[in-house]
């Protein structure tokens, strides 16, 4: 979803989606590529394991650490009736968020690369 977000961020038009207040579990491709070869090459994996960073954030503070690493502001939400009308039923996904974390990951041990979101969005934009 990050990703997505980029372009109206380019243009000055960033900003939170609904209220922000929002949970915002994400994770770098590099660390989930490394989870799921970690998973598949170490036994010890078994069962769910939650493919999140260790450190969810609100939307409102993923919109502005992406505005300050981009040097854009994040001040333009979209409303979430314009959300609901876009995504319909899907929009509670959006709009009400889940803070998910990686507790049998970390217990496992996994090291991840990018643990906050600032440095993963430093390190997507720079490549």
């Known amino acids: 979803m990050a990703a997505k977000m980029i372009p109206l961020f380019m243009l000055f038009a960033g900003g939170p989606i609904g209220s922000g207040?929002?949970?915002?579990?994400?994770?770098?491709?590099?660390?989930l590529v490394s989870l799921i070869i970690?998973?598949?090459?170490?036994?010890?994996?078994?069962?769910?394991?939650?493919?999140?960073?260790?450190?969810?954030?609100?939307?409102?503070?993923?919109?502005?650490?992406?505005?300050?690493?981009?040097?854009?502001?994040s001040w333009l939400p979209v409303p979430e009736f314009a959300v609901k009308a876009i995504f319909g039923e899907g929009a509670s996904v959006v709009l009400d968020g889940q803070r998910v974390v990686p507790k049998r990951a970390q217990e496992l041990g996994f090291k991840y690369k990018y643990p906050h979101v600032s440095d993963a969005i430093r390190a997507i934009m720079s490549s």
Not at 21 to 31: A, P
Not at 49 to 65: F, K, S, W, Y
């Open 38 to 73: 970690e998973a598949l090459s170490n036994p010890a994996y078994k069962g769910a394991i939650n493919g999140t960073a260790p450190n969810p954030v609100r939307l409102a503070e993923m919109c502005d650490r992406l505005g300050s690493v981009m040097g854009r502001p």
């Open 21 to 31: 207040k929002q949970w915002f579990s994400w994770i770098h491709r590099d660390d």
